[in-house]
């Protein structure tokens, strides 16, 4: 099979990945496929070897022919752009031939990032002999990245690497063996932990922090994937490397254990299963930038909105339409107290969002019935406000009735009902109702 990249539309940028399987979904080819997925990128894929591990140990690999691989990558090249190449588990030199053939070939001119997986996490090797030489020979001089650990980054520069300054050294080591740019990464230097990109003769640090104690499955390819398809979508080096250094951290800060170890986090749990209330789900802010695919840090601010580091796009939350309703006896309201959180104990109005297809009053009804028990006779509008709370902005709309049909009796979102004197109310869970209120009680005469 031949063919000239380039040639073949697409619809979204597609990155060729080079490695080995992973049982338990944790590294490897899983682990690649999610982190390129995640930026919005295509994953393509062509096996090198097939393992039996988990998520502490290899328990043993075998390598793919080579001839098989280099057909597989032909195939996805001939159905996809690719516009980037990203490599880990090889197995053998003869995988790394074949490789650099792509590479000098159809393949020629398409970033690579070269992550030189020799050994596992866990220790346990997952090359043969040669692989260093055939590495250093015939793909670091192809590569645009090469991301050593700081073992890998020991057998390929010939010292021992084991601090900040031994790690700036084999970065510049490798560089003058040939690749344009090395990332080496520290995150198993003792104490805190950083990584070191050296590209042009420029150094730069990246400060991190131990968001999980030991050894996570999979943080390698999970970054070398995430810097690859950045590369794909046009970022510079320094910038993707920044950017999959960012995705990495949330991915990590989503982790979670297996029986073996620790694998990262990629994409946001599981909503509740049916039957399940998950109540703090609802205030989570969006994990994911719905423009480009990049991992969203920090919380949700007042305002309700967030900026991409990546791509500048603000993930707007717009606020979030609710209804109220003000059930009146005299001097009295009726309260519901929260079974929910947030401000789970506390008392408010009764009340919550619409849903599809309803109206205000409609809302205001259906609420009303399912938090106490009641039906409403004719409803007056008070008005419309707004608030900010843990759900974001609120754009409320409030109703008024005196006239109620049936038994009170609490339910959905309210543990309990209960009138209150206007000159008596409790503190309530959320400001906008105590203002409504506070306005009725300062219309009626006498001020309660």
């Known amino acids: 099979m031949s063919l000239e990249n380039g040639r073949f539309g697409h619809g979204r940028e597609a990155v060729l990945l080079a490695g080995g399987t992973d049982p338990c979904g944790g590294a490897g080819l899983a682990a690649d496929i999610k982190a390129v997925s995640a930026a919005g990128a295509h994953a393509c894929i062509a096996v090198t070897a097939v393992t039996v591990q988990d998520s502490g140990a290899v328990y043993s690999w075998e390598g793919v022919d080579p001839a098989l691989f280099e057909a597989q990558a032909l195939a996805a090249a001939g159905d996809a752009r690719i516009e980037a190449v990203k490599s880990g588990m090889l197995g053998s030199p003869g995988i790394a031939e074949a490789l650099s053939r792509l590479l000098s070939g159809p393949l020629s001119g398409v970033p690579y990032v070269m992550d030189p997986v020799l050994v596992a996490g866990s220790g346990d090797s997952l090359s043969s002999g040669g692989m260093v030489s055939a590495a250093l020979s015939l793909l670091l001089p192809r590569c645009a990245l090469c991301t050593p650990n700081l073992d890998e980054a020991s057998a390929m520069a010939g010292f021992p690497v084991s601090s900040r300054e031994g790690m700036e050294k084999a970065g510049r080591t490798l560089c003058g063996l040939g690749a344009p740019a090395v990332l080496v990464k520290g995150g198993h230097l003792e104490g805190r932990p950083a990584d070191v990109l050296v590209a042009g003769g420029a150094v730069r640090w990246f400060e991190g922090t131990r968001i999980v104690p030991g050894k996570v499955h999979g943080t390698g390819c999970t970054l070398a994937s995430a810097i690859a398809a950045r590369l794909a979508q046009g970022h510079g080096v320094e910038q993707a490397v920044e950017m999959g250094l960012r995705y990495l951290r949330k991915a990590l800060s989503s982790s979670f254990p297996m029986r073996g170890g620790t694998i990262l986090g990629h994409f946001p749990a599981r909503g509740p299963r049916p039957g399940e209330r998950n109540e703090d789900s609802f205030y989570d802010a969006p994990a994911f930038c719905p423009g480009c695919g990049s991992a969203l840090e920090g919380e949700m601010p007042p305002d309700g909105h967030l900026n991409c580091p990546a791509c500048g796009e603000v993930v707007w939350r717009n606020p979030l339409p609710a209804v ?50 009641l039906s409403a006779g004719r409803l007056s509008l008070l008005g419309v406000t707004t608030d900010s709370t843990e759900y974001g902005g609120i754009a409320l709309v409030a109703f008024e009735t005196g006239e109620t ?44």
């Not at 789970?344 to 809302?363: D, Y």
């Not at 008596?424 to 219309?443: K, Q």
Request: glycine residues 12%.
């Open 324 to 373: 109220t309703v003000v059930v009146r006896r005299g001097a009295e309201v009726l309260l519901v107290r929260r079974s929910i959180q947030p401000r789970k104990g506390m008392f408010c109005l009764p009340g919550g969002f619409l849903e599809l297809g309803e109206t205000v009053e409609e809302c205001a009804r259906r609420e009303l019935r399912e938090e106490t028990g």
């Open 405 to 448: 049909r049936g038994v009170e009796l609490p339910g959905d979102d309210a543990s309990e009902t209960a009138w209150f004197r206007l000159d008596g109310l409790p503190p309530l869970a959320f400001e906008a109702h105590s203002r409504l209120l506070a306005g009725i009680a300062a219309r009626r005469p006498g001020g309660a």
